[in-house]
């Protein structure tokens, strides 16, 4: 009984926060969601000061780290994980923090600090990243140690090897990601990688393909682009077209060449364990109760918490910052913009898009920012393009000021080049299930 309850109250917990959707007035919502708003409501006022804050001190203290080279590994891991980093993360650090500056003191050019580039991304973008980040290091846990990701995995192992040639387990990081969080899910991922229970390919899988943007977000999202009065059609359609994704692209180069083997080396042992011995419901049981005696004790996991968020808030922010701000400026301030995006261009006219050239950059450059195709979107008239633009904020997925930051900075095998691969493969497959569903609802 006491291996029982080990495993169901911290699973139950963590499933309450996470993903058990809770009615409300104006429609469903999950518990992270209202600690998101409460925390906006009640603490807005210091937030974006401590957004620069964070920033600065991130950047002089990896610049420090790198000068001084003082031996924190050992004795001082909580100012390790806040100062190491390499030469250009360190250089994206300094970049940020100056950008964030730049916006709070009204300083600079003035093109990095206007309301769609420095400014979106100080005082709503890092703002959100940095919401998500005390939830999921210190709750996912919750799910992830205590046997919930062993009950389900095992439950759904058969169908989820079959169809997106993953392992169970992934059912849970793909649940949480789509009701919560996209950061979450890759969060848990590098965890799970790290601790040896993904592969290489199936981390990357996992990562690419379910770290969708969250349900509260995603109603964001359409609301801005224009499209909120279709937002069940627009939402089912974009969840499909992420299904297809998933069905296809771990089949693909890059994902498909990426070893299959855990972090130690040892090759996948996954698929010979998925066959169950007696009734399933027992097994899945038996292997969360198993997992849940096998946890971390409460210490453990709060320090292992607390360095993972410091590790993640302090090395991510002015990275976010400085990626997000020139991406804007390029995509919404320059020529550059339109000479990038001249193949897209041609493709659209010859669909008899109109205003192409104007919509063309909100399909490449979400790549770096989420918010570029749902910005786009927001200033063109044709419900079609809005509804395609909306759809690719959600299921492009591979956003660097956000979620290829995160993959990156938890340790994947997986390079900037292979994640713009993954990007377009991604485009290319998700474009015609959201153009098709588009021209039926908009026939005129």
């Known amino acids: 009984m006491a291996a029982l309850l080990r495993f169901l109250i911290p699973s139950i917990a963590g499933l309450l926060i996470f993903l058990v959707p809770l009615p409300l007035e104006d429609g469903l919502t999950v518990l992270f969601s209202l600690y998101s708003d409460w925390v906006n409501q009640h603490l807005g006022f210091v937030l974006v000061e401590a957004m620069v804050l964070i920033a600065v001190i991130g950047a002089l203290i990896a610049l420090?780290?790198?000068?001084?080279?003082?031996?924190?590994?050992?004795?001082?891991?909580?100012?390790?994980?806040?100062?190491?980093?390499?030469?250009?993360?360190?250089?994206?650090?300094?970049?940020?923090?100056?950008?964030?500056?730049?916006?709070?003191?009204k300083v600079g050019p003035e093109v990095l600090r206007l309301e769609d580039t420095g400014i979106i991304l100080v005082e709503e973008l890092a703002i959100a990243f940095s919401i998500v980040l005390l939830p999921a290091c210190f709750f996912m846990p919750l799910l992830t140690e205590f046997g919930a990701m062993d009950f389900f995995g095992t439950l759904v192992a058969p169908v989820f090897r079959r169809l997106f040639r993953l392992p169970g387990r992934a059912a849970v990081d793909a649940t949480a990601s789509f009701i919560s969080a996209s950061t979450i899910g890759i969060l848990v991922t590098g965890q799970q990688y790290q601790r040896g229970f993904y592969t290489g390919r199936e981390a990357v899988s996992v990562a690419t393909n379910f770290s969708v943007v969250s349900l509260p977000f995603a109603l964001v999202i359409a609301n801005v682009s224009g499209v909120g009065d279709y937002f069940i059609e627009w939402y089912l359609c974009s969840v499909m077209a992420c299904i297809v994704c998933a069905a296809i692209v771990p089949r693909l180069p890059p994902v498909s060449r990426i070893a299959d083997s855990y972090i130690d080396g040892s090759?996948?042992?996954?698929?010979?364990?998925?066959?169950?011995?007696?009734?399933?419901?027992?097994?899945?049981?038996?292997?969360?109760?198993?997992?849940?005696?096998?946890?971390?004790?409460?210490?453990?996991?709060?320090?292992?918490?607390?360095?993972?968020?410091?590790?993640?808030?302090?090395?991510?922010?002015?990275?976010?910052?400085?990626?997000?701000?020139?991406?804007?400026?390029?995509?919404?301030?320059?020529?550059?913009?339109?000479?990038?995006?001249?193949?897209?261009?041609?493709?659209?006219?010859?669909?008899?898009?109109?205003?192409?050239?104007?919509?063309?950059?909100?399909?490449?450059?979400?790549?770096?920012?989420?918010?570029?195709?749902?910005?786009?979107?927001?200033?063109?008239?044709?419900?079609?393009?809005?509804?395609?633009?909306?759809?690719?904020?959600?299921?492009?997925?591979?956003?660097?000021?956000?979620?290829?930051?995160?993959?990156?900075?938890?340790?994947?095998?997986?390079?900037?080049?292979?994640?713009?691969?993954?990007?377009?493969?991604?485009?290319?497959?998700?474009?015609?299930?959201?153009?098709g569903t588009a021209w039926l609802l908009f026939p005129a």
């Open 267 to 435: 090759p996948n042992t996954t698929q010979s364990n998925d066959s169950h011995h007696g009734p399933l419901l027992r097994q899945c049981l038996n292997n969360a109760i198993s997992s849940a005696s096998a946890a971390p004790s409460l210490p453990t996991m709060a320090r292992s918490a607390t360095i993972m968020m410091l590790e993640q808030l302090f090395g991510l922010m002015g990275p976010l910052i400085a990626l997000g701000t020139l991406t804007a400026v390029v995509a919404f301030h320059s020529s550059i913009a339109q000479w990038i995006s001249m193949p897209i261009t041609g493709v659209l006219t010859l669909l008899d898009v109109h205003d192409a050239a104007r919509i063309a950059p909100g399909f490449l450059f979400g790549f770096m920012d989420q918010y570029i195709p749902t910005i786009v979107a927001s200033e063109i008239s044709s419900d079609r393009m809005r509804f395609v633009l909306a759809g690719l904020s959600l299921c492009q997925l591979i956003y660097m000021t956000e979620t290829g930051l995160v993959v990156l900075k938890v340790g994947l095998p997986v390079s900037v080049l292979q994640l713009f691969q993954i990007f377009v493969i991604r485009t290319v497959i998700v474009t015609p299930v959201l153009a």
């Open 64 to 105: 420090y780290h790198s000068i001084a080279k003082p031996q924190w590994r050992q004795n001082k891991p909580m100012l390790y994980a806040i100062a190491e980093a390499g030469p250009i993360w360190i250089a994206l650090r300094i970049v940020g923090a100056a950008i964030a500056l730049m916006v709070y003191f």
